[in-house]
């Protein structure tokens, strides 16, 4: 059974559009096949302060992976590409707004989010779909849109 699955990417350290490009070739030889890619767009830090500005993009891929195996199959690829740690979403530290200022945000050569995996919900305290932020990111819902149509 093929399931679509939505992946949320980013990139702030290094040759950013070239990590992006081999994320993106990755995912289409270990996850699935990349069906859509949106525009990269250049953005701001989001939930932690850095001089370094994000590429940003989302691409559709369809795949016969379960949501598990595209989180491990995504984080390896991360690492592949020079990811180091892994961000994580605690409570906010400084704000009211969700991880806003996160001590845990760092800069990345490489970010990849399962945003949406067809009409599953699931919460779980490492795997959380949809992505429970990105409805507060424009770096992620603009280039979404884009593709959705």
């Not at 399931?3 to 990755?26: C, E, I, M, P, T």
């Not at 379960?66 to 590409?81: C, F, G, K």
């Not at 990849?112 to 779909?129: M, N, Q, R």
């Amino acid at each position: 059974m093929t399931h679509q699955v939505y992946l949320g990417l980013g990139s702030n350290l290094g040759r950013r559009k070239v990590l992006l490009k081999r994320a993106v070739q990755l995912i289409g030889e270990r996850v699935g096949e990349v069906v859509r890619q949106s525009s990269f767009i250049e953005t701001e830090p989001w939930g932690f302060e850095s001089k370094h500005k994000f590429l940003n993009g989302v691409i559709l891929c369809e795949t016969d992976k379960s949501p598990r195996e595209v989180l491990a199959l995504t984080q390896q690829i991360e690492r592949d590409l020079g990811r180091k740690k892994k961000s994580t979403c605690r409570p906010p530290v400084y704000s009211t707004d969700s991880c806003l200022l996160s001590p845990d945000y760092i800069d990345r050569p490489i970010d990849i989010d399962i945003l949406l995996y067809d009409d599953l919900t699931i919460d779980e305290p490492d795997l959380k779909i949809p992505h429970p932020l990105m409805q507060q990111r424009d770096f992620v819902m603009i280039p979404l849109r884009e593709i959705q149509k």
